[in-house]
Each structure stands twice: as structure tokens, then as C-alpha cells.
């Protein structure tokens, strides 16, 4: 009987540790939390159900202003400057494009209530992100770094 029950609990943990490791397998390099450049927040980049890549604010550095949570207070929609910055969606729709390669999307930055579009590449340990108005030539990099 116990030689049955060893045999059972080896078979579930070998089926377990598998599904385990497929899992692993399908998450994107990218779906991870990342430090902005200044390395004042850090940013969950996730697969949506959509197939296409969000991030967002998951932690700040200083999270309060005069002792209540920071808000998006630059936000163009008046209706929208009292949502606070944590859990604030920053980057949208962005279709992977390549082994590092990511573009497509729009990436929001809350310190000037703009969205510029948005195209990134994967390097390993960072994310350099081009927002950009038009075309790529003209915009701004910044580089994210791994914060797991």
C-alpha cells in the first residue's frame, strides 16, 4: 500500500514540476516588474488576454505627496488627474515583433499627461523604450532595468 502511495506522489510531482516548466515557457521575456530609469518605480509589464503587452506602475519610491497617495495630476482629462499612480496603466498594445523587438503600442508618462507612441527592445536585463511622436527619429529612450 504505501509503495502504491510513493508511486502516486512521485507520478503527481514529476506532472507537476512539467506543467510547471510549460508555463514558464510560454511567459515572454518581457512579462516582468521592471525599475523605471530613475529607478522611482517599478513597472509590471504583462500579457494581456488581447495577446499584446500593458505595463503597469506596481510600486514608487516616494508612493505619497503631502501625506496622501500620488495622483496622475498631469493627466489632460480633468476626470482622470485624481487616479492615483499606483496600478496606473502605462504602456498599451504593444505586439512583439521579432525575438527582441516590440512596437505597435503607446506608452503614457505621468509626469506631463502625454502618450507618445512606443516601440521596445529587449536586451537581457533592460528594456530601452523609444516613445516617440510620428516616427522613431524624433523622440526619447529610456532604459528600464530588471528589478526580480
Request: charged content about 30%; proline content about 4%; hydrophobic content about 30%.
Amino acid at each position: 500500500m504505501l509503495k502504491y502511495f510513493s508511486s502516486k506522489l512521485l507520478l503527481l510531482t514529476i506532472l507537476f514540476l512539467g506543467i510547471n516548466k510549460v508555463a514558464e515557457a510560454q511567459t515572454d521575456p518581457i512579462e516582468k516588474v521592471w525599475y523605471n530609469q530613475e529607478k522611482t518605480a517599478k513597472i509590471q509589464v504583462y500579457k494581456a488576454k488581447d495577446g499584446r503587452f500593458y505595463g503597469k506602475m506596481v510600486w514608487l519610491k516616494e508612493p505619497l505627496e503631502n501625506g496622501k497617495p500620488k495622483v496622475d495630476k498631469e493627466n489632460p482629462d480633468e476626470k482622470k488627474r485624481n487616479t492615483p499612480l499606483l496600478g496606473l496603466i502605462l504602456l498599451r498594445g504593444l505586439e512583439k515583433d521579432g525575438d527582441k523587438e516590440y512596437d505597435g503600442g503607446k506608452i503614457y508618462d505621468p509626469k506631463n499627461g502625454k502618450t507618445y507612441s512606443c516601440k521596445i527592445t529587449h536586451n537581457g536585463n533592460t528594456l530601452d523604450l523609444r516613445g516617440f511622436v510620428g516616427i522613431s527619429l524624433i523622440g526619447r529612450t529610456s532604459t528600464w532595468t530588471l528589478a526580480e
